[in-house]
């Protein structure tokens, strides 16, 4: 069983809001991940990093933006919530691979935010 | 929010037969591949991976075929259970640079009591 969290696991908020979806890993994975997922469709990756200070965009255009300070922390805002943010926002790990290992990722329980 | 991308293909299969769940991949670089099983509102769990210097690779009541050929892989479920109900997604790692693990479109399993 993977450690990572993310919280909350549900929210519902107005538009406008500023949000922030908090994820964990007690790992100590260097890479962790953000993916936006609509129910019964895709998972879209709109953010990653390779390590503390490290940020990158995904596939997937965001108006989140993402900050990592902390190795065990990777943190997504929004600045303003629309109902166009409405979607389950998964948070994934892993560990760089060397010799003999993999880049297997591991997830959260995910957030699904309802944006009115 | 407004959906991106496609809905999920189905596969409807008898309980105690075995289900096939197969997955297209397009980049030759590509070294190891992943299969995910995703229940409903949780996130995805790793069930089992394949080097790309393998053809087959067995785990408990599953098997990943390979077939590097043609960029195609398969997740072979042996007597399925109520409880394989999931989408099921096969995730590529392509090599060279910074590594990425890119997912596949999934595949909706439901299994018919």
């Known amino acids: 069983e993977a450690d990572i969290y993310q919280t909350p696991r549900y929210l519902v908020i107005g538009t406008g809001k500023k949000i922030t979806l908090e994820c964990s890993q007690t790992?100590?994975?260097?890479?962790m991940y953000w993916y936006q997922q609509d129910p019964g469709m895709e998972l879209h990756l709109i953010h990653y990093?390779?390590?503390?200070?490290?940020?990158e965009k995904g596939d997937l255009s965001s108006e989140s933006t993402v900050s990592r300070i902390r190795t065990e922390h990777f943190p997504l805002t929004l600045e303003s919530a629309r109902p166009s943010h409405t979607s389950q926002y998964l948070c994934?790990?892993?560990?760089?691979?060397?010799?003999?290992?993999?880049?297997?990722?591991?997830f959260g329980p995910g957030t699904r935010l309802t944006v009115l | 929010g407004e959906s991106v991308g496609l809905h999920l293909p189905t596969l409807s299969v008898q309980e105690g037969d075995n289900s096939i769940i197969n997955c297209a991949y397009s980049?030759?670089?590509?070294?190891?591949f992943i299969w995910y099983k995703q229940e409903s509102g949780k996130g995805p769990q790793f069930i089992i991976d394949?080097?790309?210097?393998?053809d087959k690779r067995q785990g408990q009541r599953v098997t990943v075929l390979l077939n590097k050929t043609v960029k195609h892989l398969s997740l072979q479920i042996a007597a399925t259970q109520p409880g394989d109900s999931a989408v099921y997604f096969c995730?590529?790692?392509?090599?060279?640079?910074?590594?990425?693990?890119?997912f596949g479109t999934g595949t909706k399993l439901q299994v018919i009591p």
């Open positions: 994934a790990s892993s560990k760089h691979p060397t010799s003999g290992t993999t880049d297997t990722q591991y």
């Open positions: 790992m100590g994975h260097d890479k």
């Open positions: 990093s390779y390590g503390v200070n490290s940020t």
């Open positions: 980049n030759s670089a590509s070294d190891y």
């Open positions: 394949i080097r790309s210097n393998m």
């Open positions: 995730a590529e790692n392509i090599r060279g640079g910074y590594q990425k693990v890119t």
